[in-house]
DNA sequence: TCCCAAACAGTCTGGCGTGACGGTAAGCCA
DNA sequence: TGGCTTACCGTCACGCCAGACTGTTTGGGA
């Protein structure tokens, strides 16, 4: 197994990327260290600097690798979408497992550590637009020219997002999934698809 | 100036918290560690361990304060809702001025130290359902007793927790407006009182 | 008034996290 | 093949953080 310098270089660099990946997922920012990153990767630590000279650059590249990681999965995720249901419930299903993902628990801890440090900020914005774009353009592929569509799928996006961080403290898995359902039929009421009647389940009262 | 003891007690407790908050929203989760609280408040270093004896303590304290901050905010802020507008706009722009306060971000910098720290869930998870009952209660008032209401609250209030989140690395304040805007007429739309035709501003096309 | 308990205060230490540094070996180009 | 670049490696030192410890003041009950 001879191997180029650029593969050898490569191989560690990407240990060391899915060890930090795996660290923000198990571990949160605040405890992903060097040296737990190190330990996981099963890396000395002077290789660990070497392709990482500081922590925040570090930090920056695994933006990145999160980012790519991501639109791998994303794409994935969106062209196995079964054909047999409603596109628009697909496609919610789709982006939601995504969203519930341990993948996406990682770019909240990046993005949580964005506020407040300007180089994650910095590295964090095209790279976040950049997946908005390609959630965007499968969705207009989905739905068709509504243009009611781009503002479903951008509250749609919102709406994940609140609900990965509120999943975060309220243990229920119920609740979320409910209001996945019941998120389902809003967006088709928006899209003039369905009765404003039909949002809840049984419409009980007068 | 004398105070009893409970007063005194009670009285740096309280700047001891307060910091807390203050560090959590200006350095984030992740550095805000005792001695800067300590400094912060103006407090020895013995004083704060005489309160807090470690720091998940102080944490966990932290909890209960910032809940109990938002909580007199929040009445405040749907209190003070504008009585000549739509009842339902008034109330989303209310959760929204909430939901974008400094106040919001130290909540959100616990929220994610939580999904790694089982004792910060543990002490989040009952008072987010205080908070979430407010929420709730007012809202029944203001837009009376329909039973999609309870639906279209939650689905406010993931929106909002979303906008907050993704505000952080978009830094386009336009864009949040632009979307709560729109999430007014769609909450209009889904208590069946607007025509879902008019959720964008210039229906172009066909 | 006396005394105890509780609030307040300052110092010290062990541990850990970061990054500097000097060194080795493997690939690459002339 | 010789030298040079680049990947890789291990140790060390500084600084900071958490919390243990001991001493001091103040309020309140007997």
């Known amino acids: 197994m001879r191997r180029t310098q650029a ?6 660099r990407a240990r060391i990327l ?23 990767a099963d890396v000395p630590r002077g290789t660990l600097l070497h392709h990482f000279p500081t922590k925040i650059d570090l930090l920056v590249a695994s933006v990145q690798h999160v980012a790519r990681r991501r639109l791998e999965a994303l794409v994935t995720e ?17 982006i939601w497992i995504h969203f519930s993902s341990p993948l996406f628990w990682a770019a909240l801890e990046l993005w949580n550590a964005a506020r407040t440090d ?13 997946i908005f774009g390609v959630l965007h353009e ?12 781009a503002t479903v799928v951008q ?16 243990g229920e898995l119920g609740r979320r999934e409910l209001l996945i359902r019941r998120w389902k039929r809003a967006a088709a009421i928006l899209l003039g698809r369905r009765d404003p009647d039909t949002l809840v389940e049984r419409t009980k009262g007068t």
């Open 78 to 94: 969106l062209a196995a979408l079964p054909g047999d249901v409603d596109p628009l419930d697909a496609f919610v299903d789709g």
């Open 118 to 130: 300007p180089e994650l900020r910095a590295a964090l914005m095209p790279v976040e637009k950049e």
């Open 18 to 40: 899915d060890a930090t990946l795996q660290a923000l997922v198990e571990r949160g920012y605040a405890e992903t260290t060097t040296a737990e990153v190190q330990a996981r």
């Open 7 to 12: 593969q050898r270089s490569e191989a560690t």
């Open 155 to 170: 509250l749609t996006f919102e709406m994940m997002t609140g609900l990965a961080m509120t999943g975060i403290v309220s």
């Open 138 to 149: 499968r969705a207009q592929a989905l739905l068709g020219p509504d243009p009611r569509g």
